[in-house]
């Protein structure tokens, strides 16, 4: 089993930059890829970024592409989410997902994040 723990929502203006983190804790060694998801009010979860453990191989949605840098700290379990510029369109609350090798997902509690035009 695996728990994730997201941190770092919260409320900035258009333009502004926010950091996202979460860790993964229990059965870790398995890791195969982490990432994020977002979903808006009244819309459905979409696709952000993600990354593989191993080889650190990343991976965007069209939308954030040149505005959001996924990055990860092995050692730490920890997968960041660096978001700037932020537009009023990436309102939303952010998952943490977590893939093992044998295709298991997991998902964190999802945090806030809301910009201001």
């Known amino acids: 089993q695996v728990q994730l723990v997201e941190s770092g929502g919260g409320l900035v203006q258009a333009g502004g930059s926010l950091r996202l983190s979460c860790i993964a804790s229990?059965?870790?060694?398995?890791?195969?890829?982490m990432g994020w998801f977002r979903q808006a009010p009244g819309k459905e979860r979409e696709f952000v970024t993600s990354?593989?453990?191993?080889?650190?191989?990343?991976s965007y949605a069209d939308s954030v592409k040149g505005r959001f840098t996924i990055s990860r700290d092995s050692a730490k379990n920890t997968v960041y989410l660096q978001m700037s510029p932020l537009k009023p369109e990436d309102t939303a609350a952010y998952y943490c997902y977590l893939r093992t090798r044998t295709g298991a997902e997991f998902w964190g509690q999802g945090t806030q994040v809301t910009v201001s035009s």
């Open positions: 990354i593989t453990w191993s080889l650190g191989s990343t």
């Open positions: 229990g059965r870790t060694s398995s890791i195969y890829r």
